[in-house]
């Protein structure tokens, strides 16, 4: 809600059936249109029900009315949707994550895929040769990073709420368990309160930033060893006072976790207690080991990272002559894989600090004879720039939710000046299926491509985002 806007809550009886689901999981229904607007031409009124799924017959409290539109909330299930599920989180429709969670895993991942299809038809004006089959893995438990919110809600009650922001609002859910989290961390939250309670620095302790990394040996007979690392990274905006010290070092013994601190920007973030440990995952069909630092940006779900390493690079028909290109490369998540499989493979990245992470990636896997990287701005590409990477047949790209736009003009500036450098095949990685499909328009409209297939990845079950895989083969020539 806007600010300055009142409240409303209008209780509607009039039963409406929803026909649609937005990304929101909001139910999208349609009021008859009234004698103005059907004199007019228009349509009735839209109502945006969260609770509700399509094909339900629901009575509604608006809670926000507007003159074309109204939001609400669910009052009445007259008639479920045969694809229902029961929530399983306490916190569901109070948290603002996982709002999915009463819409069967099928169902939204058929939601995913029409998105996905849908995008491409009407902004890219295409459709791929083949649709993927949707890659799938395990629905709870597999968030291995997390940020969670730690805010002093009552000091009188002496409550510190932790855990995510509630839906569309800067308030914190009060929730003593997650139950996308490993089930280890999720144990941790209650404990976890009680340890920032204690702190002095109670209200400047405002985020605790969650990592879990595989076990250091999974075949050890040593439980600690053969347990998943926990990293806990502590943003502390005041000097820990040393009963502070203590608290914390206690927390990580009694519960096992690696305790990190980060008292300003994120390249302050430091190992605290102890002060060594191992925190990595693994990508065993490529026998790669990488590890990596709480604040490394990684893939949450460890087992559909390793599903869609694979099945890229499976794509994208790699040979062992070929010089391969990984953008927005990161700490070598697809590069050092890559460089198992190709004769050369160049990572580029836009910050330093990864680039420094995955060229030490590359020296623990002992791929530094076979890989380099270089940092780039890959946001302010030009056929120079490209020009400058030198020629590579095949290009993995795995880019912000902003995409690669800049990317894909300038390869439809090299096709229309008839060169030869753009690559024979590309396979495009993608966390927001709208800048997909607008860099999909470029390439099959300006760049001499074909869409050869696409589907989507449900990297995070029971939210609105939407990961996706794209092949692209070059079969035009200017």
């Known amino acids: 809600m806007r600010r300055g806007e009142k409240p409303v809550h209008i209780v509607v009886t009039?039963?409406?059936?929803?026909?649609?689901?937005?990304?929101?999981?909001?139910?999208?229904?349609?009021?008859?249109?009234?004698?103005?607007?059907?004199?007019?031409?228009?349509?009735?009124?839209?109502?945006?029900?969260?609770?509700?799924?399509?094909?339900?017959?629901?009575?509604?409290?608006?809670?926000?009315?507007?003159?074309?539109?109204?939001?609400?909330?669910?009052?009445?299930?007259?008639?479920?949707?045969?694809?229902?599920?029961?929530?399983?989180?306490?916190?569901?429709?109070?948290?603002?994550?996982?709002?999915?969670?009463?819409?069967?895993?099928?169902?939204?991942?058929?939601?995913?895929?029409?998105?996905?299809?849908?995008?491409?038809?009407?902004?890219?004006?295409?459709?791929?040769?083949?649709?993927?089959?949707?890659?799938?893995?395990?629905?709870w438990e597999y968030r291995h990073r997390a940020r969670l919110s730690a805010v002093n809600r009552s000091i009188k009650k002496g409550t510190v709420l932790i855990g995510f922001h509630e839906g569309k609002s800067g308030y914190v859910a009060d929730m003593t368990a997650c139950e996308i989290l490993p089930k280890h961390v999720s144990n941790l939250l209650p404990a976890m309160r009680k340890l920032v309670m204690g702190l002095s620095i109670v209200d400047r302790m405002p985020q605790i930033e969650i990592a879990v990394g595989e076990p250091e040996d999974p075949n050890s007979d040593d439980p600690k060893k053969a347990k998943p690392v926990t990293a806990l990274v502590f943003r502390n905006l005041l000097p820990l006072t040393p009963a502070d010290e203590q608290l914390l070092r206690d927390f990580a013994d009694t519960h096992q976790v690696w305790v990190w601190l980060q008292p300003k920007g994120i390249e302050t973030v430091a190992p605290f207690y102890p002060l060594t440990g191992k925190l990595c995952y693994r990508l065993p069909e490529f026998e790669i080991e990488m590890p990596f630092k709480p604040a490394d940006f990684t893939q949450v779900n460890h087992m559909m990272n390793r599903a869609l390493v694979s099945r890229a690079i499976r794509l994208l028909e790699v040979q062992a002559s070929d010089r391969v290109l990984d953008l927005f490369c990161g700490i070598g998540n697809f590069t050092l894989p890559l460089a198992r499989r190709a004769s050369k493979v160049l990572g580029i990245e836009g910050l330093e600090s990864l680039t420094t992470r995955a060229k030490a990636n590359a020296e623990h896997n002992q791929l530094a004879d076979k890989v380099s990287f270089m940092q780039s701005n890959l946001f302010e590409v030009t056929t120079e720039t490209i020009t400058s990477w030198g020629k590579a047949e095949r290009w993995l790209m795995d880019p912000p939710r902003e995409g690669a736009m800049e990317i894909c003009q300038a390869l439809a500036l090299l096709h229309e000046r008839g060169s030869d450098l753009p690559p024979q095949r590309i396979v495009y990685v993608s966390c927001n299926p709208k800048t997909l499909a607008r860099d999909t328009e470029i390439l099959c409209h300006q760049a001499g491509y074909t869409l050869k297939s696409a589907g989507i990845v449900n990297m995070f079950p029971h939210t609105s985002h939407v990961e996706s895989i794209a092949v692209f083969e070059r079969t035009t020539l200017p």
């Open 14 to 139: 009039e039963p409406v059936r929803v026909d649609s689901l937005d990304l929101d999981a909001q139910g999208i229904a349609r009021l008859s249109p009234n004698d103005e607007e059907a004199a007019q031409g228009q349509s009735g009124k839209v109502i945006f029900i969260q609770g509700a799924l399509p094909t339900e017959l629901v009575t509604y409290v608006i809670t926000r009315d507007k003159a074309r539109f109204s939001k609400a909330k669910v009052l009445d299930i007259l008639k479920p949707a045969v694809f229902r599920a029961e929530p399983k989180c306490k916190a569901f429709g109070v948290c603002g994550g996982c709002t999915m969670q009463h819409l069967d895993i099928r169902a939204q991942v058929a939601m995913k895929q029409r998105v996905l299809e849908d995008d491409l038809k009407h902004i890219a004006k295409v459709a791929p040769g083949e649709i993927l089959r949707p890659m799938g893995g395990p629905a």
